[in-house]
């Protein structure tokens, strides 16, 4: 007999620790245990692929760190232990999905019997049409609930323009199918098992619908498997010039699929580089498995794989769309089909070929390895026809913007999006190393003001400054790092910046005519567009005297006051004063050297300061190229040593340097026995290059002399080049009182 009044007591509990305990002893094992005796019954063959997994790991967790003093202020009010649930699970190409749940929710007290789904499923539906006969196989009395805690329930005729809400602002809803009871009374066992047969059997059909759902998916992934694995496309042929081509291994990229990156050499020299998701989903576009090739940091091809399946074998053509609004978009069309004419690829008005796929064997007629030749050589030639890669061919006319077919319309649309979850995962999954810390100062120091947005981001040079700033704002709109954002403006700051001219422009009497910077033009966007998010990074900002080019927009940021730009009615793109909209965010980096000015009180009091110098080396490593972790382990980890001995003394370096030392360590070796320098030779290098350049100062670094006197002696043993720099340094720290690298 269940006693669902007590479970429900149980989850009321107040105290986490007493919570999680009494859950995991009274509720886990007899729900638990109903359950595997229920699934049992259906002969299901339970293994790798089909699996149980219920509740209990989260709540042990839970329930010993609320016993720990480092843990126990922040789970006091958890809402841990004030659910349990326990399921039916399948493994499908690497990913979980759950096919069956018994979940007790003490939060809205309920019984739920349902399946599991994320958001992706039901957007394919919408997409593919198939919506309607998925909804229609859900039975009458049977509801779509979602929420983790509390459960809303989504009306089935309300369903699909729910769905078709969530696309835009990229919320991502998970949703239980299925049908409640109230947890309240008791019931007995079989009564139990009774309702889970019920909903078992009338929900056969909806899941059949996820079954073929998952498995056409699971297809489409396979046939992008193909095209990752292959690496030795060694050169290729654009526009009569043999290019050298390095395709790096595939890596796992956020959690809708896999990365790899290529570059394109002419000789020894990099023209340009690029990379290929192959994705199980694109989280803002499509919910269908998706290639995209980009090259010159825009997406030169977007297209859906499913394309590719049916019956038998099927053409892979893909559609392209010019969009420009100051060229003839048809010259541009025709001139770009010609190029991938001239290049063998075929074509149909707006359409281009990449292979056969032949569904029977699951491959590719022509082979992978041309496929994806094919998919490398028409990217390339459509950023040569926007004039992104600079190719030996003629470049008059201005850059078109080139888009794809399908997919063009959402493309062009950037929606912001300030929820911190989403935008600590995308930054959590690019290619740079950020402490979840470091992201919420960021997000909380640009959002927690509604009309003031000013942060100034200080701390060694190579720390990410620069990077977490655009990381932040494509983030917001969605954008990987590398993608163009029309709403981030990066303005190098010059040492002769000496007013606010240099922010805000001026009249010119000579000109007749208001010379506009890109600071000004920002700002009139952002007065234009108010309902997005305007982000301006002033790189390097106290090169020049802050307070000096900086008074005038404090000012009018404080006083909500008008800058006067000028007094001519002639001048008509620009008024002659400015407010500043609340929706631009300003962030400035500094660097604090011989060649920098110090910050006033007047600037630091209206802007918050973070500090980055502390560097994550273990993240980073997990990031690198594998092809590089493969060859230089041994070199990383002394890095690391020598790293955390320049640490206690405020010299240590970031992750660019550590990146472009590990680059060229890396290059040694790919120049082979016979010409590469000795690992430790190399390291020696780098370190002479890279990390004794900026050491200076006086006695107060003896003691540090002397560790790296004796490390180098210890680690590079035969080789000592850094070794000589060190021991010079001392002496003359010895004589003068003070030393520096430089002679």
């Not at 539906?125 to 198939?130: A, I, L, N, T």
């Not at 994705?279 to 980009?294: A, E, G, M, W």
């Not at 002639?570 to 920098?596: A, F, Q, R, S």
């Amino acid at each position: 007999m269940l006693n669902l009044t007590h479970y429900q007591s149980l989850f009321d509990e107040n105290n986490t620790e007493f919570r999680c305990r009494r859950v995991l002893d009274e509720v886990a094992p007899s729900v638990t245990g109903i359950f595997e005796r229920f699934i049992d019954s259906k002969e299901l063959p339970l293994g790798e692929e089909l699996y149980i997994r219920n509740y209990d790991m989260t709540l042990t967790t839970t329930y010993h760190d609320s016993r720990n003093p480092t843990y126990a202020e922040k789970k006091k009010n958890s809402d841990m232990g004030r659910k349990y649930f326990v399921g039916l699970y399948m493994k499908s190409s690497g990913k979980e999905y759950n096919l069956f749940n018994l979940e007790l929710n003490g939060i809205d007290r309920s019984l739920l019997i349902h399946t599991e789904v994320s958001f992706i499923p039901f957007w394919s539906w919408v997409r593919s049409g198939d919506i309607g006969r998925v909804l229609a196989s859900i039975p009458e009395g049977y509801s779509i609930f979602t929420g983790w805690k509390e459960k809303t329930k989504v009306p089935k005729e309300e369903f699909e323009g729910y769905v078709k809400s969530c696309i835009k602002p990229r919320k991502r809803p998970w949703f239980q199918v299925g049908k409640g009871f109230a947890l309240d009374g008791q019931m007995h066992e079989e009564e139990l098992k009774g309702h889970l047969q019920e909903v078992w059997g009338k929900m056969n059909e909806f899941r059949n619908h996820l079954n073929n759902e998952l498995s056409t998916g699971r297809r489409a992934l396979e046939a992008l498997e193909q095209l990752s694995v292959i690496r030795d496309i060694e050169e290729t042929k654009i526009l009569g010039r043999e290019y050298r081509v390095e395709i790096s291994a595939a890596e796992k990229y956020k959690s809708q699929g896999k990365r790899q990156s290529f570059q394109i050499n002419d000789g020894d020299q990099m023209i340009t580089k690029g990379h290929i998701d192959y994705l199980d989903y694109h989280d803002k576009n499509s919910p269908f498995q998706t290639i995209v090739v980009r090259v010159a940091g825009g997406n030169q091809i977007f297209t859906n794989v499913r394309e590719i399946l049916s019956e038998g074998t099927k053409e892979w053509w893909i559609k392209k769309l010019f969009a420009t609004q100051s060229m003839d978009n048809q010259e541009i069309k025709a001139k770009a089909m010609r190029l991938l004419q001239e290049h063998g690829i075929k074509v149909d008005d707006t359409s281009y070929y990449v292979g056969t796929y032949d569904n029977d064997t699951e491959m590719f007629n022509e082979g992978a390895h041309q496929v994806k030749k094919n998919f490398i050589d028409a990217a390339l030639l459509f950023a040569h026809a926007r004039k992104a890669v600079e190719l030996p061919f003629d470049h008059d006319g201005e850059e078109p913007e080139i888009e794809d077919g399908e997919d063009s319309e959402e493309i062009d649309t950037l929606e912001p999006n300030f929820r911190f979850g989403e935008i600590l995962d995308m930054i959590e999954n690019s290619q740079f190393t950020f402490s979840r810390a470091i992201v919420r100062d960021l997000h909380l120091n640009l959002t927690a003001l509604d009309d003031k947005h000013f942060v100034v981001l200080s701390g060694i040079s190579g720390t990410g400054k620069t990077q977490i700033c655009r990381l932040y704002a494509n983030a917001v709109y969605g954008l990987d790092y590398e993608s163009d954002n029309p709403y981030f403006s990066i303005i190098p700051v010059r040492p002769d910046w000496t007013d606010a001219s240099s922010l805000f422009g001026y009249y010119s009497s000579f000109e007749k005519r208001y010379v506009k910077t890109e600071f000004l033009k920002v700002i009139l966007n952002a007065l234009k567009e108010r309902e997005k998010p305007h982000f301006i990074l002033l790189d390097e900002m106290n090169l020049a005297r802050v307070e000096y080019y900086l008074s005038d927009y404090l000012s009018a940021v404080e006083s909500r006051k008008e800058i006067p730009l000028h007094h001519d009615d002639h001048v008509e793109d620009v008024p002659k004063k400015l407010t500043i909209p609340p929706n631009v965010y300003i962030l400035g980096t500094i660097n604090v050297d011989e060649t920098t000015h110090s910050i006033s009180d007047k600037v630091l009091d209206r802007a918050f300061v973070m500090t980055l110098s502390d560097v994550d080396f273990t993240t980073f490593w997990k990031r690198i190229d594998s092809d590089i972790k493969g060859v230089l382990s041994r070199e990383f980890d002394l890095l690391k040593e020598l790293h955390a001995t320049l640490t206690a003394y405020d010299l240590h370096f970031g992750y660019r340097t550590m990146g472009e030392m590990l680059q060229k360590l890396y290059a040694n070796h790919q120049l082979g026995t016979e010409h590469a320098m000795e690992a430790m030779e190399s390291l020696d290098g780098v370190i002479a290059e890279k990390v004794l350049t900026k050491i200076r100062g006086d006695e107060r670094i003896s003691d540090m002399l002397g560790e790296l006197n004796r490390w180098l002696s210890v680690n590079l043993e035969g080789s000592d080049v850094s070794l000589h720099h060190v021991k010079r340094m001392q002496k003359e720290l010895e004589y003068y009182g003070a030393t520096q690298f430089w002679r």
